[in-house]
Structure formats: structure tokens, C-alpha cells
């Protein structure tokens, strides 16, 4: 009887994290001393950081006593933790966030159900959820709550609402101004061009100035917009003109053979548009639109020299309160991991796209 040999694995050091590490960090001599040099500074610069951010550190809520000792004093943060939420909100109406944060956190784990994913009521529900949550937080009309005007509105929240504002409208700004520019219509062509190069030609503080400063001298002296919508919308015309060259790229990146199929089918313009143009040139610009986004979120800090008052800002501003005076390393440290925390989950999510939609 013939002996039956069995399959053998292959050998730890060349497969798995061992085999990794070694092909990559070890090997040739160059690279495993490279690696011995990262490793020493690595260690060099987090060591100070550890001791002084959990060894010497304190979570007492007394300034007094937390001068005591030599690291961080987290308790400034757990005292302060509304003011980074919120900045000034009013305490008493400071529910109105929570509700309005738990409101889209509900339709987040909806949407994160596989069988609720893609039903019309829960794409009518996300349509829905900035006009709730701009009524909750801001009141009036016909909610019967109190108003609470955007001078009020600051921290994180606000850093949020920008965000998602720009996002929210810049996207479809910027699909109709990368169809414009390749369009076949020397106006309309002329137009959106004239008006991507134009924007992406200056920075965006200076887009803030004009929203903030400038744009209130052509408007009658009886209307005055508020400070916070001429922050959404400088900052939506600024990424809009950048969105719509990553969707320009899409489109330039589709074959002629899936406009000829449409045409054969008898597909009108935006029929053809829709169903067959769009899909494939989004899903091919996932990556540069995410990392747009990611853009926009961070770039929100810069409203802070149109007076409002960010999570950035706010950081700033918590530091000069006498009880917790000069405490900006844990200010900017806090700060600095929720950016990293929001960026990370919009990175993540767009692997997640990218794969979801790579076999299709």
C-alpha cells in the first residue's frame, strides 16, 4: 500500500507576521538597522509621552491638587467635557444635542442592519434627519422649543454640523459642475471650468474671508446672514470645485464602449447618466472623494478667524479659564484624538466601500 503524504504547512519564519517582520524588517542588514534606528526614536519620542500622559497623570477634578503632579491633569478635560461637546449651548437646553446626536446614531445602526439597507423609508428617514436635527438644536418655528441662536453653537458640534452640511450639499454641486465641464455646451463648459480654476486657485481662508467679510456688502443693509451658514457655504463652494474634479476623473476613466451601449439601448442623456455613467465613475473615485472628505472635516478648524468657535477653538479657549489655566498639552491632545478617531472611521469606511464594490 502506497504511503499517503500528507500536506505540511510551510514554515513559520517565511509566512505570517514572523515571515512578514522578517522579509520587511530584518532582512537585508540595511533594513533591519534602519528598523533598530525607527525603533530607538520611536521609543525615544513616546517615552516622555507615556510618562507624561498615564504614569504621572491625575483625573482629580481639583486644580489644586492636580498641580501636584508632575503629567497631565485629565480632570480638566472631565470638567470641561460639555464646553468640548457644546462650547456655550446653554446648560439647560443642552439635551437638544444629546437627542439630536441619538437620533443619528439610531439610523447609523439601522443602516448597519443588512435587511433595512437600501428601503425607501429608511433613505426617507436619513432625508429627514437635518431638518430634526437642525430643529431640535436651533428651535423655533413650529417645534415649540426655545431658540438658540449659532452664536451659541460651538465644539464639536459645531465642527460636526459643518462637516456634514459641506459634505451633504458639496457632493451634488460637484457632480453637476464635473458634468458641466464635460459637457458638450460652451457655455455651460465654459462656466464650470472658469469656476473650478477660479476656486481651486485661491486657499480657503481667503473663500471664508469673502463668505464672511464680502458677501454681506452686496446684500440689501435689512438682510443679514447668519455667521455660521457663511461658513457652510464657503466652505461647501470650496470643496465642491474639488469634488468635481476627483468625479471628473471617474468620468474620464469609463470606457467609450459603456456610452455607445447606452446609446445603443436607446438611453436618453440623463437616463443613461444615472444608471450607467455615475455608478461605475463613483465607485472608481472612492478613495480621493473620502480623502476630500476627510479634507473638509479637518479644514473646519480654520472657521476660527470668522469667529466661530470650533472643537480647535474651543480647545483654545477652555485653557484660559483660571481654574484650569495653561493647560493647553491636554487641550490639543484630546483635540488631536477626536480628529484622529472621526478620520479614521471615514478611511476605514471607504476600505469598506472599496471592497464592497470592487467585484461589481
Given at each position: ?7 505540511r ?5 517565511k509566512?505570517g ?30 517615552k ?7 504614569v ?6 481639583d ?14 478635560i ?16 443642552r ?31 436619513w ?7 437642525f ?20 465644539g464639536?458640534?459645531?465642527?460636526l454640523?459643518?462637516?456634514s452640511?459641506?459634505m ?14 464635460t ?15 477660479l476656486?481651486?486657485?485661491?486657499p ?7 463668505a464672511s467679510?464680502?458677501?454681506?456688502l ?10 455660521v451658514?457663511r ?11 474639488y ?9 474620464q ?17 440623463w ?20 480623502n476630500n ?43 488631536a484624538?477626536?480628529?484622529?478617531i ?15 464594490y470592487?467585484?461589481?
Amino acid at each position: 500500500m502506497a504511503d499517503i503524504i500528507h500536506d505540511r504547512r510551510p514554515p513559520v519564519t517565511k509566512t505570517g507576521a514572523l515571515g512578514w517582520i522578517r522579509a520587511n524588517l530584518l532582512f537585508p542588514w540595511y533594513n533591519a538597522l534602519l528598523t533598530i534606528v525607527a525603533s530607538w526614536a520611536i521609543y525615544s519620542a513616546v517615552k516622555p509621552f507615556i510618562k507624561w500622559a498615564i504614569v504621572n497623570a491625575t483625573i482629580t477634578l481639583d486644580p489644586t491638587v492636580a498641580k501636584e503632579y508632575s503629567g497631565a491633569a485629565w480632570g480638566f478635560i472631565r470638567d470641561m467635557w460639555p464646553v468640548f461637546m457644546v462650547g456655550i449651548y446653554p446648560e439647560e437646553h443642552r439635551w437638544r444635542p444629546a437627542v439630536a446626536l441619538l437620533i443619528v446614531l439610531s439610523l447609523i445602526m439601522l443602516t448597519l442592519v443588512r435587511k433595512f439597507r437600501g428601503t425607501n423609508w429608511l433613505y426617507t428617514l436619513w432625508g429627514l434627519s437635518p431638518i430634526a436635527v437642525f430643529l431640535i438644536i436651533h428651535g423655533g418655528l413650529f417645534t415649540g422649543l426655545e431658540v438658540v441662536d449659532t452664536h451659541y453653537w460651538g465644539g464639536l458640534m459645531l465642527t460636526l454640523i459643518l462637516a456634514s452640511v459641506a459634505m451633504l450639499f458639496a457632493f451634488p454641486i460637484s457632480v453637476l459642475l464635473a458634468l458641466g465641464r464635460t459637457s458638450d455646451m460652451p457655455v455651460i463648459k465654459s462656466f464650470c471650468v472658469a469656476y473650478i480654476e477660479l476656486v481651486r486657485g485661491v486657499p480657503l481662508i481667503t473663500i471664508l474671508f469673502m463668505a464672511s467679510v464680502v458677501l454681506p456688502l452686496f446684500l440689501p443693509t435689512d438682510v443679514e446672514l447668519d455667521k455660521v451658514l457663511r461658513a457652510m457655504v464657503g466652505i461647501t463652494m470650496f470643496f465642491s470645485a474639488y469634488l468635481a474634479e476627483n468625479i471628473r476623473g471617474g468620468l474620464q476613466g469609463l470606457g467609450k464602449g459603456q456610452y455607445e451601449a447606452a446609446d445603443a439601448i436607446g438611453m436618453g442623456y440623463w437616463q443613461k447618466t444615472i444608471l450607467i455613467v455615475l455608478p461605475q465613475a463613483l465607485r472608481i473615485v472612492i478613495p480621493p472623494m473620502v480623502n476630500n472628505f476627510i479634507g473638509i472635516l479637518k479644514d473646519t478648524s480654520l472657521v476660527g478667524i470668522v469667529g466661530l468657535v470650533d472643537l480647535l477653538q474651543i480647545a483654545f479657549a477652555t485653557t484660559s479659564n483660571p481654574k484650569w489655566f495653561g493647560r493647553l498639552e491636554e487641550a490639543y491632545v484630546f483635540v488631536a484624538l477626536w480628529y484622529w478617531i472621526l478620520c479614521y472611521t471615514l478611511s476605514r469606511y471607504s476600505q469598506h466601500l472599496e471592497k464592497k464594490y470592487a467585484s461589481k
